[in-house]
């Protein structure tokens, strides 16, 4: 996926290196790519969770919506703790200081972030953390604490970003820990731990793959066994039906339970990314339930308890709520692909290897900056270079170049060229490290 370098437009203004990540990804060569992905974000990772309804203005300026992951960032954390409270019409004004739904939220919670009963938003949790979201609606709906029975087969998902935090929730699908959940919520992961809601237990799980166009991942949870799965519905869910959305409602670490109803199916939605780019959503069903930011990934039960949906987003604009979910069927057709092995070209598998660069914005294979203990930190390659092979095949163009690397694993020893900007030739073998999750 291609990252801009922001000002960085000729070799003598490039940095030398870049400062490490918790993995050492960066925007550039080493960010995996499929062929269908999600919008990059505009501060050096792809930020799937910062997806709004796209006819929705970002942080509810003409009414506010979102995908339900919880991300937060240093950045974005300390500028919504100086930023201006949501006053809450009719009601207690907003807390400073709260944790940002990364690409806007505002009008997500009564009296917007950490508020307690205004229907006006505040911090948007955009990129400045400054924006207010006063026209974003609040939520009338209400939620309660799910049963034994619903917590069952649920988890919580935290997810450790290039750059910040995730939250998201999943469901069990095998004893032995196969978990599915959004692929907003992991996308752009180095790291997930899972905990399992019902007996408080915490895994360290891997990406075994997913389809980012239909927004759904698959989990591995290490060392996982007696685990007690989510029971499926036999049936599609109908239009009336009776519902209840289970989720780890704004990412605090307690599942809530928002009852509903099955307001329409087959939807179709526009959402949008924080560099406004748009990704299309089809199939979903609507409804007419709380859901919330943290909620993703999450369940949407039938009276009987079975699943019948998994939460994916949700749009606000006037004190309703309406949101959406993946089928179940969608949700288990993905599920299937993926542990079954077969790629195709939206299904990805696994991890991607990584170099460990950031490309300049010209599209060149001129490299922006190495990150400090990356894979090629060491190996003589530098900021200004220009890459010309890769394992002996000629590149020219960072498309090409990232199709490069990403055709290897993480673990690979792959041999590079370079040209410095003064003419001389370089070359070095390098081990290839782990991609963010593409």
């Given amino acids: 996926m291609t990252r801009a370098a922001d000002d960085q437009t000729s070799p003598e203004s490039l940095p030398r290196s870049l400062p490490g990540t918790p993995s050492g990804a960066l925007p ?8 269908a992905h999600r919008p990059a974000g505009s501060s050096g990772r792809r930020r799937a969770a ?3 309804v796209a006819a929705l ?3 509810g300026v003409a009414g506010g919506g979102s995908v339900l992951a919880l991300r937060t960032t240093a950045a974005t954390t300390s500028a919504a703790s100086s930023a201006t ?3 809450g019409t009719g009601g207690a004004s907003g807390t400073t200081g709260s944790p940002v739904w990364w690409g806007g939220r505002g009008g997500w919670t009564e009296g917007g972030l950490g508020g307690v009963s205004g229907t006006s938003g505040s911090t948007d949790g955009t990129t400045s953390g400054t924006t207010s979201g006063a026209s974003g609606g609040t939520t009338s709906g209400t939620t309660t604490s799910p049963t034994s029975t619903q917590l069952t087969g649920l ?3 935290d997810s450790t970003l290039t750059d910040g935090e995730a939250a998201g929730t999943g469901m069990v699908l095998t004893a032995d820990g196969r978990v599915v959940t959004n692929h907003h919520v992991v996308e752009g992961a180095t790291s997930i731990r899972v905990t399992v809601m019902s007996t408080g237990r915490t895994y360290t799980a891997t990406y075994v793959g997913g389809d980012a166009t239909a927004d759904v991942a698959v989990l591995q949870l290490q060392g996982a066994s007696g685990l007690t799965p989510v029971t499926f519905a036999a049936s599609a869910a109908t239009t009336g ?7 780890d409602a704004q990412g605090e670490s307690t599942l ?4 509903g109803t099955v307001t329409a199916l087959a939807q179709e939605i526009d959402v949008q990314g924080d560099d406004g780019t748009t990704h299309h959503l089809s199939g979903l069903v609507e409804l007419a339930a709380d859901i919330v930011p943290g909620d993703s990934g999450g369940a949407v039960y039938d009276a009987a308890g079975q699943v019948v949906a998994m939460n994916v987003a949700a749009s606000s604009g006037t004190r309703d709520v309406t949101g959406y979910a993946i089928p179940a069927a969608t949700v288990r057709q993905v599920v299937d692909e993926v542990v079954a092995g077969r790629a195709s070209d939206t299904v990805a598998l696994g991890y991607d290897g990584y170099l460990g660069v950031g490309l300049a914005s010209d599209g060149s294979t001129t490299v922006y900056g190495v990150v400090a203990g990356g894979p090629v930190d060491g190996s003589g390659l530098a900021a200004g270079d220009t890459v010309t092979s890769v394992d002996g095949t000629s590149v020219s163009s960072g498309d090409q170049l990232r199709a490069a690397v990403t055709a290897h694993r993480p673990g690979d020893r792959v041999a590079l060229t370079w040209t410095a900007p003064d003419g001389t030739t370089g070359s070095a073998t390098v081990v290839l490290g782990t991609a963010p999750i593409a």
């Fill in 28 to 35: 550039g060569a080493e960010q995996p790519v499929t062929p």
């Fill in 50 to 52: 910062a997806l709004l």
């Fill in 57 to 59: 203005a970002v942080g």
């Fill in 85 to 87: 409270a949501g006053t």
């Fill in 155 to 157: 988890v919580r998902i």
């Fill in 241 to 247: 039906q009776s519902v209840t959305a289970v989720g």
């Fill in 256 to 259: 809530t339970a928002a009852p």
